[in-house]
């Protein structure tokens, strides 16, 4: 089993910034991608930005130019940065862990925390 805890949602003005953090613990293989997705109310869960182990990057359209995703192998953390944030970034954003980029499994889901822009 694998636990994620995120941390760093909140309010927010637009055009304003915000950092998650989400760290794992647990029975976590060495290689593996980390990952945010969001939902908004009514909408489907959608990816935001996911990194390998090794690195590799991968970004929403929506996220792309803003935000930027990072991770610690040492720590099993993985952050998002997001600058110049939107009124439809409002949703809960989630951290999950799979264990290859496109890995059609769901991985494991941290508990979500809430991210609201609005003035």
């Known amino acids: 089993q694998v636990q994620l805890v995120e941390s760093g949602g909140g309010l927010v003005q637009p055009g304003g910034s915000l950092r998650l953090s989400c760290a794992a613990s647990?029975?976590?293989?060495?290689?593996?991608?980390m990952g945010w997705y969001r939902q908004a109310p009514g909408k489907q869960r959608e990816l935001v930005a996911r990194i390998s182990s090794g690195g590799t990057t991968n970004y929403a359209d929506s996220a792309k130019g803003r935000f930027t995703i990072s991770r610690d192998n040492a720590k099993n953390t993985v952050a998002l940065q997001m600058n110049s944030l939107k009124v439809e970034d409002t949703a809960v954003y989630y951290c999950?862990?799979?264990?290859?980029?496109?890995?059609?499994?769901?991985?494991?889901w941290g508990q979500g925390t809430q991210v609201t822009v609005s003035s």
């Open positions: 647990g029975s976590i293989i060495s290689s593996n991608v």
């Open positions: 999950n862990v799979r264990r290859y980029m496109g890995d059609p499994a769901p991985g494991y």
